[in-house]
C-alpha cells in the first residue's frame, strides 16, 4: 500500500509525536548562505563541528541520494514546573530536566520507520536527532511545524519552542506542508531579556556570549565579562524562550512522563565537590552528562563566586 500524508501523521502521533510537518528534499541555498555568514563570523565559538560537512548540511542527497521528501518531527517536553528561588542551587534548562531525549526519540523513530515499512516496504529512510550533517530547525521551518523566532529557536503556534526536533529523510513523494509565517512582529522580548546581549541582531546568536554555550559545549574558562550575569544557570539557559510570549500564551503538558523533571536544579556545593564516579552514576541517562564534571564544575564556581 502506497503511503500518504494522513497515514505517516497518524503513526507519527501514535508513536507519541506531537508535530509532524513535510518538506521538499531541496537544497537549502538560503539557510546554508545564512549558515556559511555565521561561521564568517566565528559566533560558533568552540563548536568546530559546525564547520564540516558544509555540502551535506546544504543538500541533503550527498549522503541519501534517493531523498525526496523530509518528514519533521517534534516532540513536545514542557512539564509545568518551576525553579526554587535558593541562590544555592543552580538551574538546569529545560530540555535537561528528565532523561536523555535522544533515547527516548530514536526510539520512537525506529518504531515510526517500522510502522512505516509495514504499510510500503518500498520506503526507505535516514533518521536524524540533532546530530549528523542535518540543518534540524531548517527542515523542521520548511516543513511547517513553526516559524524561525528571533532567538533562533522554531516556534509553533500551539505548543511555542519547548519541543524537540527530528528529521526523517525519505524516498517517498508526499504532499509538501505549507510554510507558517513569521510571528514575531515587532516583538524583542528575547534580545532584550537576554542577559549577555548573545542575541546580536534579530534571527542570530553569537554562541561566543550565550550562556547555553557557555555551560555546555565550551570547554574553555568563562571570561570575567560575564561576571555577575549567568542569573545562577548552570547547565544551558532558557531567558529567551521564557519570555517568548508564545510559550506563556499556552503552555502544553508532554505526554512523556521521561521528561518530568529528575535535576531541575543541583546544588553549587555538591556539584563542586563531586567525583567522577557521582557523576557517571547521577547523570547516566541525563543529558547533563554533555558538559563532563569538569565542565559543570566550572559552571557552579563561576555562579558561586561571580
Ligand atoms: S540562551 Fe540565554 S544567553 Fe543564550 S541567547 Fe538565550 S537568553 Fe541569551
Ligand atoms: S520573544 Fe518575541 S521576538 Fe523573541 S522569539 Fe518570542 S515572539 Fe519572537
Redesign the pocket.
Known sequence: MKLTNEIVIQKAKAVGFDLVGFAKAETLYKESEHLQQWLDKNFQAGMDYMERNIEKRKDVKQFFPEAKFVISLGLNYYTPDSYSSDDAKGKISRYAWGKDYHLIIWSMLNELELELKKVDPAFKSISYVDTGPVMDKAWAVRAGLGWL???TNV?NREIGSWFFIANTITNYDFNYSDPIPDF?GT????IDACPTNAIVQEYVVDANKCISYLTIENKSEISSEFKGKFDNWLFGCDI?QD????NQKFPVETLIKDFHPQNKELTLNEVIEMNEEEFKEKFKISPIKRAKLNGLKRNALHIKFN
Request: contains cysteine.
Open positions: 523566532g528571533k532567538h516556534i514575531c516583538c524583542t522580548a528575547c529567551c519570555v517568548c510570549p508564545w
